[in-house]
């Protein structure tokens, strides 16, 4: 009678890796971060959990935890587990796991778990070359990637598997691997006598973009790299983190003053159509670690807010800087919000947009209100109680337009619209008051 084949444990930590390394997580419990995919009742942590997974992409930047989640996998599953790097492999690579999978499918009944690192970086060839082995189910992959999977993997591949997208982590985040790397005696710092700031936590948590490996590899640096002081302790101050991340703290706390003040000033600046103030402003909550979604979140806002009809192509500036801040992320997306940065600042500008402000108050206001017969929806009750009676079709006059009432009897002649007088809204005021002032159909 045949045996099953033993499965190879994942390579354990020899502690002569980085920090980082070490101290990957070797289970779900440890692991920290993206709670919106692996957390409690979420469907990948019960495929994982029941060692009953299928193919998926994990997509995400740097030191997000892509291949922590492959090793999670390895640990757990009873499925034989081995992985390609597609920077050094090639077809020939592939053929050879995938025979390898067929004969251990064949004689002991045993799934493969293919790991594949980078798998943006395989040519179509080599994606195509792997295609019909995720179809038929010779190998289970879980292809890893930096790089937007639904431009750089090819249709087939990615229909056959679960996109996950992994968010950069947060500094809480950040700060809670650091201190079990400080705590861990093992696997961590926890042999070395230190004295660690929340200070300097907190700056290179600040400045490690939701970067793990960034985070942790920098605190081992100060943490090896400084000497001992007189009471025997290594001291990690904010001077020593500075030097650690080879950047200088700003005056800036994300959650205080500085914080507030900045973003103001670079709204103020955007308001006031000064672009070199715009660019600078935007340049330190970048250089400080801000999140770019806030900022980008902001110039959204912006672009109805403040520039509004004055440039129709304000907005979608600002959600297309969004976007792309998605797709591409730091530090190439600086492009794309200086982009964005510059636009807003140079358009003319209009604050008419919050004229609907001033219609929320009459809503609040009037209560309850009747919408006006002719208004109302014919479908349902037009023949029985005359919804929609008297109602006049627009594009059935000349113009596609006429002149008839549209807001509830209480609030006839109420202006909520102001245009302003610059830009595109320019035009939009002089065809606006030419409506207004037209009479009723019928009148002279």
């Given at each position: 009678?045949?045996?099953r084949?033993?499965?190879?444990?994942?390579?354990?930590?020899t502690?002569?890796?980085?920090?980082?390394?070490?101290?990957?997580?070797?289970?779900?419990?440890?692991?920290?971060?993206?709670?919106?995919?692996?957390?409690?009742?979420?469907?990948?942590?019960?495929?994982?959990?029941?060692?009953?997974?299928?193919?998926?992409?994990?997509?995400?930047?740097?030191?997000?935890?892509?291949?922590?989640?492959?090793?999670?996998i390895?640990?757990?599953?009873?499925?034989?587990?081995?992985?390609?790097?597609?920077?050094?492999?090639?077809?020939?690579?592939?053929?050879?796991?995938?025979?390898?999978?067929?004969?251990?499918?064949?004689?002991?009944?045993?799934?493969?778990?293919?790991?594949?690192?980078?798998?943006?970086?395989?040519?179509?060839?080599?994606q195509?070359?792997?295609?019909?082995?995720v179809?038929?189910?010779?190998?289970?992959?879980?292809?890893?990637?930096?790089?937007?999977?639904?431009?750089?993997?090819?249709?087939?591949?990615?229909?056959?598997?679960?996109?996950?997208?992994?968010?950069?982590?947060?500094?809480?985040?950040?700060?809670?691997?650091?201190?079990?790397?400080?705590?861990?005696?093992?696997?961590?710092?926890?042999?070395?006598?230190?004295?660690?700031?929340?200070?300097?936590?907190?700056?290179?948590?600040?400045?490690?973009?939701?970067?793990?490996?960034?985070?942790?590899?920098?605190?081992?640096?100060?943490?090896?790299?400084?000497?001992?002081?007189?009471?025997?302790?290594?001291?990690?101050?904010?001077?020593?983190?500075?030097?650690a991340?080879?950047?200088?703290?700003?005056?800036?706390?994300?959650?205080?003053?500085?914080?507030?003040?900045?973003?103001?000033?670079?709204?103020?600046?955007?308001?006031?159509?000064?672009?070199?103030?715009?660019?600078?402003?935007l340049?330190?909550?970048?250089?400080?670690?801000?999140?770019?979604?806030?900022?980008?979140?902001?110039?959204?806002?912006?672009?109805?807010?403040?520039?509004?009809?004055?440039?129709?192509?304000?907005?979608?500036?600002?959600?297309?800087?969004?976007?792309?801040?998605?797709?591409?992320?730091?530090?190439?997306?600086?492009?794309?919000?200086?982009?964005a940065?510059?636009?807003?600042?140079?358009?003319?500008?209009?604050?008419?947009?919050?004229?609907?402000?001033?219609?929320?108050?009459?809503?609040?206001?009037?209560?309850?209100?009747?919408?006006?017969?002719?208004?109302?929806?014919?479908?349902?009750?037009?023949?029985?109680?005359?919804?929609?009676?008297?109602?006049?079709?627009?594009?059935?006059?000349?113009?596609?337009?006429?002149?008839?009432?549209?807001?509830?009897?209480?609030?006839?002649?109420?202006?909520?619209?102001?245009?302003?007088?610059?830009?595109?809204?320019a035009?939009?005021?002089?065809?606006?008051?030419?409506?207004?002032?037209?009479?009723?159909?019928?009148?002279?």
């Open positions: 009678m045949q045996t084949m033993f499965r190879p444990a994942p390579p354990q930590p502690g002569r890796e980085p920090l980082a390394a070490r101290m990957r997580p070797r289970s779900l419990d440890e692991y920290v971060g993206q709670e919106e995919i692996i957390g409690p009742g979420r469907i990948l942590r019960q495929a994982i959990e029941s060692d009953r997974l299928s193919s998926i992409i994990l997509w995400g930047p740097p030191g997000v935890g892509k291949t922590t989640l492959a090793v999670i390895a640990n757990a599953t009873q499925s034989h587990f081995t992985s390609l790097s597609a920077v050094t492999s090639g077809v020939a690579d592939i053929r050879r796991v995938v025979q390898e999978a067929k004969r251990r499918l064949e004689t002991y009944g045993e799934r493969t778990i293919l790991l594949v690192d980078e798998i943006h970086r395989f040519n179509k060839a080599q195509d070359a792997l295609l019909p082995h179809e038929d189910g010779t190998v289970v992959l879980i292809g890893a990637t930096t790089e937007n999977p639904y431009f750089e993997v090819i249709g087939p591949l990615v229909s056959r598997s679960r996109v996950f997208q992994l968010q950069p982590l947060t500094e809480d985040d950040l700060i809670s691997l650091m201190r079990r790397a400080l705590a861990d005696a093992e696997h961590g710092l926890g042999r070395i006598p230190l004295d660690v700031s929340d200070d300097a936590l907190a700056h290179i948590a600040r400045l490690a973009g939701g970067d793990a490996r960034v985070a942790l590899n920098a605190l081992e640096s100060a943490a090896t790299a400084t000497p001992a002081g007189r009471a025997g302790k290594v001291v990690i101050d904010l001077a020593v983190a500075e030097q991340m080879q950047r200088r703290a700003l005056l800036y706390d994300k959650d205080g003053d500085a914080h507030y003040d900045t973003i103001s000033a670079f709204i103020k600046s955007m308001r006031g159509s000064d672009p070199d103030a715009a660019l600078y402003w340049a330190k909550m970048i250089y400080a670690g801000e999140d770019p979604r806030f900022i980008v979140r902001r110039m959204i806002i912006f672009a109805s807010e403040d520039v509004g009809l004055a440039d129709p192509q304000a907005l979608q500036i600002a959600v297309a800087a969004a976007r792309a801040l998605e797709w591409v992320g730091l530090p190439e997306a600086q492009y794309t919000l200086a982009h940065a510059l636009y807003l600042a140079t358009a003319p500008k209009s604050n008419s947009a919050g004229g609907y402000w001033t219609a929320l108050a009459d809503v609040e206001r009037e209560g309850k209100v009747q919408v006006p017969r002719h208004l109302q929806d014919a479908s349902r009750d037009g023949a029985a109680l005359g919804h929609g009676e008297g109602y006049q079709y627009p594009h059935s006059f000349e113009g596609h337009w006429v002149k008839q009432q549209y807001l509830p009897d209480a609030l006839q002649g109420r202006q909520y619209y102001e245009p302003g007088s610059l830009g595109a809204e035009e939009v005021a002089e065809r606006l008051r030419r409506l207004r002032e037209e009479p009723p159909a019928g009148e002279d």
